[in-house]
């Protein structure tokens, strides 16, 4: 059975870099996307962008200049950077492969 | 950038039906767009229930059906179920990017 487990730093200060790995167990990265998705406390989702098992990648624009997501196919993981944040950021962030599974989610929260 | 609306809030009684839609300010949806829909219940991870306009997940019961519908995506439920409540997420394709609906808050009464 496919899972994706994530895991990053939950407390991060203003202008710091958010950090978070999505792990796939039980499949590979062989024809799927891969996306990353956020949620402010008491808000709607978000999406932030995805990336291809060819390591092609899409951003939302609000984000682009501050995202990069990458592959390592070596141990099934996908990884989110964000840099510079902000408290806009503060978010439960959640990875996901097609839309058809779901990462447990991360908190992230921006305070000083 | 594309802003898609959903209803804010709905409310079905058990054994009812309800029809939640899902409308891109860019024009009419089309199976181009991927419409996807996506369950969170309060303090859960979301879960997809419906993708590509009409497919259900294998856990998704019959009860919940995709469909276009009038220029808007739609997620019918039959047959409603108190499991059911819960915030209702849809997603469409609009070029190279997703856009989110702002989610209708789904309750059964």
């Known amino acids: 059975q496919v899972q994706l487990q994530q895991w990053g730093a939950g407390l991060l200060e203003p202008s710091e870099t958010l950090s978070l790995i999505c792990s796939v167990s039980?499949?590979?990265?062989?024809?799927?996307?891969w996306s990353w998705v956020r949620q402010p406390p008491g808000k709607g989702l978000e999406w932030i962008g995805d990336?291809?098992?060819?390591?092609?990648?899409n951003y939302i624009p609000s984000l682009k200049s501050r995202v990069t997501m990458s592959l390592d196919h070596s141990k099934n993981q996908f990884s989110l950077t964000l840099t510079s944040v902000t408290a806009a950021d503060t978010a439960v962030y959640y990875c996901?492969?097609?839309?058809?599974?779901w990462g447990q989610g991360t908190l992230v929260t921006v305070s000083s | 950038q594309t802003v898609v609306t959903q209803e804010p809030s709905l409310t079905v009684s058990p054994g009812g039906t309800v029809t939640l839609t899902c409308a891109p300010s860019?024009?009419?949806?089309?199976?181009?767009?991927?419409p996807t829909w996506i369950q969170q219940k309060p303090g859960q991870v979301p879960r997809t229930v419906i993708h590509?306009?009409?497919i259900r997940q294998s856990w998704t019961p019959a009860r919940f059906s995709g469909s276009l519908l009038g220029g808007t995506a739609a997620l019918t439920l039959s047959g409603v179920q108190p499991e059911d409540e819960a915030d209702y997420h849809c997603?469409?394709?609009?070029?190279?990017?997703?856009?989110f609906g702002g989610g209708t808050k789904l309750t059964v009464l």
């Open positions: 039980g499949g590979s990265f062989s024809g799927y996307y």
């Open positions: 860019t024009g009419a949806v089309t199976r181009g767009h991927s």
């Open positions: 590509s306009t009409d």
């Open positions: 996901a492969r097609n839309w058809e599974l």
């Open positions: 990336i291809y098992h060819n390591g092609y990648t």
């Open positions: 997603l469409l394709l609009c070029g190279p990017v997703w856009v």
